[in-house]
């Protein structure tokens, strides 16, 4: 055990006192130093350099501005312009110098200018003004629930647009706009200004692409009113804003996702760019938006610009040459909407002594032309089509393509899906032949119904009696090949089919649909849909682009290239080249494992439906100037029958390979009748024998 005397322990404590109190006086010495220091750096500040410094505050209103980057554009394969840009010019909302008490009623006046010219302004909000109150506007429904979702108003589905807007006007501090039309307008613009994240250093677009004569009028009346900008910027334009607008695509405002999806990926994007929407535009975005600048800019109070720094330039974005030949693309569409138009009047006219299912109900179709070379896209047509022009300043034109039955904006050739009829039963011969199931030679008696499967019987066009493969092609005998799928079977069918490229995407870069093969992807399946599928029928649904894909690949002898729309890349000056589809060494995707003398059998029978009088396509190809292998199809369906066309040309060199599909057409010349426009175009100002 350890004893302490008590005169030490006064003698501890009394050391420790001294030694707080002189660490308390250090730190007392040196906070006095710093607060010195600073006293005297704020004099020179305020009072010895005051003057100074005070003229750089007042001028040091400092911001970084991101300038547009040029996109690039699209063209066809020839350079020529598909989606271009031209100047246009925007109304712009700048935070930063606007007063901020009489924004809305500058809004307001500047809605009242447009109005005069009936010209428009970004109107985002998907609820207007009815003879009953507010709605919600048809065909917003994403829109709708944006607005509605937790980020903003946090209501339920089943609320009303009046709910929504009660919260709006409280959400705007707009209670004092008695007017509905007045009110509608700027809640409109202040949720808008909201999504694009208005701010000192985000402008906002209050109008896009103004007149000329509009720039004047709103200059003229905006003299004196800060905050209001007359901007020019580069626009897209399509110089025939009708000639492909489901491959081109077009451009929008970009959303919340896409841009936090951008960010994300380490892209350059502000909340006021476009971006693209589907097509061209969406799928090569990366290449044609470009990189955009910055510049620092400093203004003085009364808003005058002291110093302009540009510390970097933007980047134009890459030029994309497509595979399309605007003067094929054109005749596309021509010949779709002639035949298509053709086929619904004679419809009209046989109905009244035939009945219903003659045509008339024929109102949408679609046709692609491939090189057999490289299966390039050289036309694809969708009807009905629309103009990309008044489609990309949406308002009522956009509202009655979304209503219209037809589907203007439904891309037909790429997307849609469609019973190919007999124009399946080459591939059935292929796969049949090459199985050993028949030989070139061997016959079948057609009796007209075939009922094998009492549950799924066949009829023919005719009564062929004992009839070959060959005459089987060319007379289109469903007999015959009810009977060759059944022997043959569903699993084998599907597997060559896939070869040739149906129900299999093409490669192309754009969106397109995988179609549908009948017992692959068939939910349920009874051994008797079998000789449904033979025949085209059954599940079987594939697009125009997978039709011509395949009959290109019976043209080239059974190897399956990826078809493609893409041609090359340059940059925006043209000189460079990005990337180049190398047509020489064109990718192969498939080969159909079919014998060159089996695919020569089934050739021959293309070519006689063509030379044969016998044969389906005779009345229009017969004494045609190039020698064509094709096969004709109809499809039933509710209504009257699809009609399908797919062939190749020249038979002995194969150079171009079209399908063509008239929903409800009918009669088989009509759609014939597409793929031969087509076929003189290419071959105007060529060599034929």
Same mark, same amino acid.
């Given at each position: ?57 007042? #001028? ?12 690039? =554009? ?83 589905? /089943?609320? /009303? ?49 103004? /007149? ?7 200059? =003229? ?19 025939? %804003? ?21 960010? &994300? ?15 061209? =535009? ?6 044609? &938006? ?6 620092? @800019? ?5 808003? #005058? ?59 949408? %179709? ?101 009839? %070959? ?101 340059? #940059? ?50 017969? #004494? ?33 390979? @079209? ?31």
């Amino acid at each position: 055990m350890i004893f302490t005397l008590p005169n030490e322990d006064k003698d501890r404590q009394e050391q420790q006192k001294r030694f707080i109190s002189k660490r308390v006086g250090i730190c007392v010495i040196i906070t006095l130093v710093i607060f010195c220091g600073f006293v005297v750096r704020l004099f020179f500040w305020q009072i010895a350099d005051g003057k100074e410094y005070s003229e750089i505050a007042r #001028n040091s209103t400092a911001y970084s501005v991101t300038t547009d980057a040029t996109r690039g =554009e699209i063209l066809d394969c020839n350079g020529v312009g598909l989606a271009v840009n031209r100047t246009g010019y925007r109304v712009a909302i700048d935070k930063l110098y606007m007063d901020e008490d009489k924004l809305d009623s500058t809004l307001l006046s500047l809605i009242r200018l447009m109005n005069t010219r009936g010209e428009k302004w970004i109107d985002a909000l998907p609820i207007k003004l009815g003879d009953n109150g507010f709605e919600f506007r048809k065909n917003r429904a994403d829109d709708i629930k944006t607005l509605k979702s937790e980020d903003y108003l946090d209501l339920k589905n /089943s609320d /009303s647009a009046d709910k929504c807007i009660k919260l709006l006007t409280e959400r705007y501090d707009l209670g004092k706009i008695k007017n509905k039309t007045n009110l509608r307008n700027l809640i409109s613009i202040h949720y808008n200004m909201e999504l694009c994240y208005y701010s000192n250093s985000t402008p906002y677009i209050f109008a896009q692409d103004i /007149s000329s004569d509009m720039v004047a009028i709103i200059s =003229e009346n905006t003299q004196g009113t800060s905050g209001v900008e007359i901007q020019t910027f580069l626009t897209r334009y399509n110089p025939v %804003g009708n000639l492909a607008p489901h491959i081109l695509g077009a451009l929008g405002s970009i959303n919340q996702e896409e841009y936090e999806a951008k960010i &994300k990926e380490g892209k350059d994007y502000g909340y006021n760019d476009s971006i693209g929407k589907f097509g061209i =535009e969406l799928a090569y975005e990366d290449e044609l &938006k470009g990189v955009g600048g910055e510049r620092m @800019v400093q203004k003085n109070s009364e808003g #005058n610009i002291t110093k302009l720094v540009q510390s970097e330039a933007a980047k134009p974005g890459n030029t994309v040459y497509l595979t399309i030949d605007s003067k094929l693309q054109k005749v596309a569409n021509t010949a779709l909407a002639t035949q298509i138009k053709a086929a619904k009047a004679n419809g009209q006219t046989e109905m009244l002594s035939e009945g219903e299912g003659q045509g008339e109900d024929c109102e949408t %179709g679609a046709a692609v032309m491939l090189s057999v070379k490289d299966f390039s896209v050289l036309a694809s047509a969708s009807y009905p089509t629309y103009d990309l022009n008044k489609y990309s300043k949406y308002g009522d034109y956009y509202v009655a393509l979304s209503e219209a039955k037809t589907a203007p904006m439904y891309n037909r050739a790429f997307i849609g899906s469609f019973a190919p009829g007999s124009v399946f039963k080459p591939c059935v011969a292929c796969a049949a032949l090459q199985e050993g199931t028949i030989t070139p030679f061997s016959t079948v008696t057609c009796t007209k119904y075939y009922d094998y499967y009492p549950s799924n019987p066949v009829a023919c066009m005719g009564t062929h009696g004992s009839i %070959g493969l060959n005459d089987a092609i060319t007379e289109s005998c469903n007999y015959f090949f009810a009977e060759t799928g059944r022997k043959l079977g569903i699993n084998t069918m599907y597997l060559y089919a896939e070869k040739f490229g149906l129900g299999e995407k093409t490669g192309l870069e754009v969106d397109e649909s995988t179609g549908f093969l009948a017992g692959r992807d068939s939910t349920t399946w009874q051994e008797g849909n079998t000789v449904q599928a033979a025949i085209g029928q059954s599940d079987n649904a594939f697009t125009p682009v997978q039709l011509a894909t395949y009959v290109a690949t019976i043209a080239n002898n059974g190897t399956r290239l990826k078809t493609h729309i893409v041609k090359e890349i340059r #940059n925006y000056e043209r000189k460079k080249t990005v990337y180049k589809y190398n047509s020489s060494k064109p990718e192969v995707l498939s080969t159909s494992g079919v014998s060159k003398d089996n695919l020569a059998t089934v050739q021959s029978a293309m070519r006689n439906v063509v030379s044969s009088p016998y044969g389906t396509a005779y009345s229009v190809f017969g #004494n045609y100037k190039v020698k064509v292998a094709a096969k004709t199809g109809t499809a039933e369906n509710s209504g009257s029958d699809h009609t399908v066309f797919i062939c190749y040309a020249p038979y002995e060199k194969p150079e171009v390979a @079209v399908a063509v599909v008239l929903e409800h057409g009918a009669k088989g010349r009509f759609s014939m009748g597409v793929a031969k426009s087509l076929l003189d175009e290419y071959f105007k100002n060529k060599k034929t024998s």
